[in-house]
């Protein structure tokens, strides 16, 4: 009887001990996907309410939006915008470039989209209006972007002092843009469009353009999560900017320098 008792016992102990163990290893494991869930939580880029998918688009009037500034006119050639960090961040570069006697010049800044389709659609149906299509939709891209797919509809690109390559490959151009390689960088600025010696896709190198990196990225990547080829429209040749390939191949055809 003593024996049987004692059986009972211990096949109790064992099975409230498994119980135990079996909650445990329950609990546990309700705890890890918690975790994991809140991981991946994580992982969702979040963005600030004004970026959306028209302000990426260009489709805004920057001119009436408090985010943006006129740079001033002994800095610029003529009535530019750009936002406010873009040129608190370029005044600090100027003012730098200054002391080594450089002196730097924006000479466009801001375009939202119908600025952009005035000058795409100038060049379809005059400057190259004589190439065949598609090829004149490539001809145009070699310097100048398709509306909805342009960095300076964000207010953070900037071209200075010349829109030639030429004026940056000797004299006082080389040393300017000699000063902003070694310098740019410091302030926030990078070339996107540089040689494409080392299989960068889309527009030819662009000495003059700069982007104020801090906030293009992430600008680019809520362009990349949520702009499809159907926003990509209303402006001739549009029908071609899926064939291109325009946003694999140029709105992220830029220097691995604006990718890390």
């Known amino acids: 009887m ?5 059986s009972i016992k211990l096949t109790l102990l064992i099975f409230c001990f498994g119980c135990f163990a079996n909650c445990k290893k329950q609990q546990k494991n309700i705890e890890v996907k918690d975790t994991i869930a809140v991981q991946n939580k994580d992982t969702v880029p979040s963005f600030p309410d004004y970026i959306t998918k028209e302000y990426v688009l260009g489709k805004f009037d920057y001119t009436q939006n408090d ?29 730098a470039a ?30 190259y209006k004589n190439i065949p299509m598609p090829k004149r939709a490539l001809k145009i891209l070699e310097y100048s972007s398709m509306p909805s797919s342009s960095r300076h509809h964000w207010g ?6 010349s829109l030639n390559n030429t004026y940056f490959s000797s004299g006082k151009g080389l ?39 801090p906030l293009s990225k992430l600008y680019l990547d809520f362009y990349n999560q949520q702009i499809t080829y159907q926003d990509i429209n209303d402006f001739e040749g549009a029908d071609f900017a899926k064939e291109i390939d325009i946003i694999k191949n140029y ?3 830029i220097s691995v320098e604006l990718n890390k």
């Not at 600025?189 to 030819?204: D, L, V």
């Open 2 to 6: 003593g024996f049987f008792k004692l």
């Open 67 to 95: 985010d943006f500034m006129l740079v001033p006119e002994n800095l610029s050639n003529k009535k530019i915008y750009v936002r406010k960090e873009v040129l608190e961040a370029f005044l600090k570069m100027e003012m």
């Open 98 to 127: 200054q002391k080594e006697n450089i002196h730097l010049t924006i000479i466009s800044g801001t375009r939202n989209f119908e600025h952009q389709k005035r000058i795409w659609n100038y060049k379809w149906n005059e400057k």
């Open 156 to 161: 953070t690109d900037i071209d200075l002092n």
């Open 175 to 213: 040393n300017e843009y000699n000063w902003l390689l070694e310098n740019a960088a410091k302030f926030g600025f990078y070339q996107p469009y540089t040689s494409k010696e080392n299989g960068r896709t889309g527009y030819n190198e662009e000495k003059w353009h700069w982007s104020y990196l």
């Open 251 to 253: 709105v992220n055809g």
